[in-house]
């Protein structure tokens, strides 16, 4: 059997739904023949519990979105079949219940009403109060009472599946083995200067078939090309004036902003008394105390007495001391509304000034900006009315400062305006039967595309890269030739001769994890270091050209000495635990459904439906 604890905890949860959830929905009653949507073996499910239950989850998702939620949206969302699939397990449970014989007895019933908060008054359980909040929600006496009855088995009956089955500690032992076991090791890069002779600049020949065996880093991307025309508010600032005093006004709107008071980063105990303020100065002073000493006497914590970052506005009559002090530490004690306080200093944020003057060019172009962005609005209805009519983007070109251009678009394209998502989002899906239309760009201006025509992925003459191919070619080779000389010195490092003896600039790692990041490391070195033995020794050559050697030292288990370390591991074994209880609890749902039976009256659900729409 579950525990009391998992038993009183389930059942608060219930009581929740019950009384806070459905208080204030209404009761949902169905009248006529209908008086259940399906049942599990012996156990039928109410329509009313249906009703309610469906119009409670709605009501949820409603006020999270803060909008009304049509009954066709409910339906594809599937929460319907979510609150079916909630009330078939609850049967399923309650039917696995009558058959055990289980149940809890009068006196065990009434102690849990007794308790439930939103039944009780000054002087106790209030027996008006109870039957308000059932009127509340649809629920005789009778009814709620089952409901709990029904409620408290079921907690049993679940807690006796999942309570007392821990995953065993093979499972959290053996993934902190994993992620917090740690390396020592000893590696370098190789660069040029350990080569013996430079890389010499390729023949044609050698260059040609460079290009030929590497045909895919030469070929530019397939494309579409595109016209469209743009009008940016940035085309249009320069041409807007602003009035002098839109700018003090905007000014002294953003005053807060332009003159920021001095804080203090402060911390305040408040005593009782002035003897006993006196008194914790005095141990302080003496240095009998410090300040968290004083805290903790108080039975506080620091995050209760932390003010924050306060100004001398916010600290009263007790400003003028706290913002005297010339830098950190304790002042006080200092009579306050609350009695007599030490303030703790722990930091001085300056304030600063910004004069309309200083601001005046920023605060033009916001002002600015906001004029071009409400101009473009008016301009882009002139613009959506001319495409609808027929006219082409050409036709648009400089109407309102609108500006046409093309671009050969694709997902790596750089112009600028392929930096907007919208126009990356409508250059994805244009196709050429689409008609160009104004879309809005979130800087508030406005673009319109056309597809004109793909333009296929092409191969670029060694020609016109060149140079691109001169310095791949050197790359692949340096490379080669870096790998190779790693490889012959590999084998003295192996044989014991130490890295800055072959002339390489060694650096020792310690405790090094797989989730580590080591600067200017190889992407590939960590990998290829838990990859590896003690004692041994490898060359990680990266895709970028990258070359090293690494000499693994010792291999080390997890610090199960660091506390986060061991915190981990019991959150693995928290999880572990729920998961081996969720899958016990969800094949011991499935098993007793499948025995018992499983009805749905889809004509009783769609009655209930149809009171929805």
């Known amino acids: 059997m579950a525990s009391g604890k998992t038993s009183k905890t389930f059942m608060w949860g219930i009581m929740g739904l019950l009384i806070v959830g459905l208080g204030g929905f209404g009761a949902t009653n169905l009248s006529g023949n209908i008086t259940r949507v399906g049942s599990v073996g012996d156990e039928d499910i109410d329509v009313n519990d249906y009703a309610r239950a469906l119009q409670q989850?709605?009501?949820?998702?409603?006020?999270?979105?803060?909008?009304?939620?049509?009954?066709?949206?409910?339906?594809?969302?599937?929460?319907?079949?979510?609150?079916?699939?909630?009330?078939?397990?609850?049967?399923?449970?309650?039917?696995?219940?009558?058959?055990?014989?289980?149940?809890?007895?009068?006196?065990?019933?009434?102690?849990?009403?007794?308790?439930?908060?939103?039944?009780?008054?000054?002087?106790?359980?209030?027996?008006?109060?109870?039957?308000?909040?059932?009127?509340?929600?649809?629920?005789?006496?009778?009814?709620?009472?089952?409901?709990?009855?029904?409620?408290?088995?079921?907690?049993?009956?679940?807690?006796?599946?999942?309570?007392?089955?821990?995953?065993?500690?093979?499972?959290?032992?053996?993934?902190?083995?994993?992620?917090?076991?740690?390396?020592?090791?000893?590696?370098?890069?190789?660069?040029?200067?350990?080569?013996?002779?430079?890389?010499?600049?390729?023949?044609?020949?050698?260059?040609?078939?460079?290009?030929?065996?590497?045909?895919?880093?030469?070929?530019?991307?397939?494309?579409?090309?595109?016209?469209?025309?743009?009008?940016?508010?940035?085309?249009?600032?320069?041409?807007?004036?602003?009035?002098?005093?839109?700018?003090?006004?905007?000014?002294?709107?953003?005053?807060?902003?332009?003159?920021?008071?001095?804080?203090r980063l402060v911390e305040r105990l408040i005593y009782s008394d002035a003897a006993s303020a006196e008194a914790a100065r005095a141990a302080l002073d003496a240095g009998e105390k410090n300040f968290e000493t004083l805290v903790a006497d108080r039975g506080l914590d620091l995050a209760d007495v932390d003010l924050g970052d306060?100004?001398?506005?916010?600290?009263?009559?007790?400003?003028?001391?706290?913002?005297?002090?010339?830098?950190?530490?304790?002042?006080?004690?200092?009579?306050?509304?609350?009695?007599?306080?030490?303030?703790?200093?722990?930091?001085?944020?300056?304030?600063?000034?910004?004069?309309?003057?200083?601001?005046?060019d920023e605060l033009h172009a916001d002002l600015a900006a906001g004029a071009a962005r409400r101009q473009i609005e008016r301009v882009s209805e002139d613009i959506d009315n001319l495409l609808a009519g027929g006219a082409t983007l050409e036709e648009l070109d400089g109407e309102g400062g609108a500006k046409l251009a093309s671009i050969d678009w694709h997902d790596a394209s750089e112009e600028p305006i392929a930096g907007y998502g919208a126009f990356r989002e409508a250059a994805t899906s244009v196709t050429a039967s689409d008609y160009p239309e104004i879309i809005r760009l979130d800087d508030g201006g406005i673009v319109a595309l056309r597809f004109d025509e793909n333009v296929a992925a092409a191969v670029q003459p060694l020609d016109s890269v060149r140079a691109e191919a001169t310095a791949a070619w050197r790359s692949a080779q340096t490379a080669k030739a870096l790998s190779a000389k790693a490889e012959e010195l590999l084998e003295q490092v192996k044989s014991g001769t130490g890295m800055d003896e072959l002339g390489l600039t060694a650096r020792a790692e310690t405790d090094i994890m797989r989730s580590d990041f080591i600067t200017d490391a190889p992407e590939a070195l960590i990998n290829q270091v838990f990859a590896m033995t003690a004692g041994d020794a490898a060359v990680v050559a990266d895709a970028d050209g990258t070359v090293s050697i690494v000499s693994l030292g010792a291999v080390n288990g997890p610090d199960l000495d660091n506390a986060e370390v061991v915190g981990f591991r019991n959150i693995l074994a928290q999880q572990g635990d729920a998961g081996l209880s969720d899958d016990l609890y969800a094949a011991y749902a499935r098993a007793i459904q499948d025995a018992a039976g499983i009805y749905l009256d889809q004509t009783a659900i769609n009655a209930v439906h149809a009171n929805f729409r």
């Open 57 to 263: 989850d709605i009501r949820a998702i409603e006020a999270q979105a803060g909008s009304a939620m049509p009954f066709n949206q409910v339906l594809s969302a599937g929460i319907d079949r979510a609150v079916l699939a909630r009330l078939v397990g609850q049967a399923s449970l309650d039917n696995e219940a009558a058959k055990l014989g289980l149940s809890i007895g009068d006196e065990t019933l009434s102690k849990q009403i007794l308790a439930i908060p939103t039944f009780q008054s000054a002087n106790g359980f209030d027996r008006d109060s109870y039957r308000f909040a059932l009127q509340q929600a649809g629920l005789s006496e009778i009814e709620f009472e089952g409901q709990m009855r029904a409620d408290t088995v079921r907690a049993l009956l679940q807690g006796a599946v999942v309570t007392g089955t821990p995953m065993p500690s093979t499972y959290a032992n053996t993934l902190i083995n994993y992620a917090g076991e740690r390396r020592d090791f000893t590696w370098a890069l190789l660069n040029t200067t350990h080569l013996s002779a430079q890389i010499a600049a390729p023949t044609e020949a050698q260059l040609t078939a460079f290009h030929s065996e590497n045909v895919d880093q030469f070929t530019t991307p397939a494309k579409k090309r595109l016209t469209y025309i743009w009008l940016s508010p940035d085309d249009l600032v320069a041409g807007i004036e602003v009035d002098e005093a839109q700018i003090k006004s905007l000014y002294e709107e953003r005053i807060d902003q332009y003159l920021v008071p001095e804080r």
């Open 310 to 360: 306060a100004t001398a506005a916010s600290l009263g009559s007790a400003a003028e001391e706290v913002f005297a002090a010339p830098g950190t530490g304790v002042v006080g004690p200092v009579e306050t509304s609350l009695g007599p306080a030490l303030f703790r200093i722990n930091g001085i944020l300056l304030g600063s000034e910004t004069t309309l003057e200083q601001a005046r």
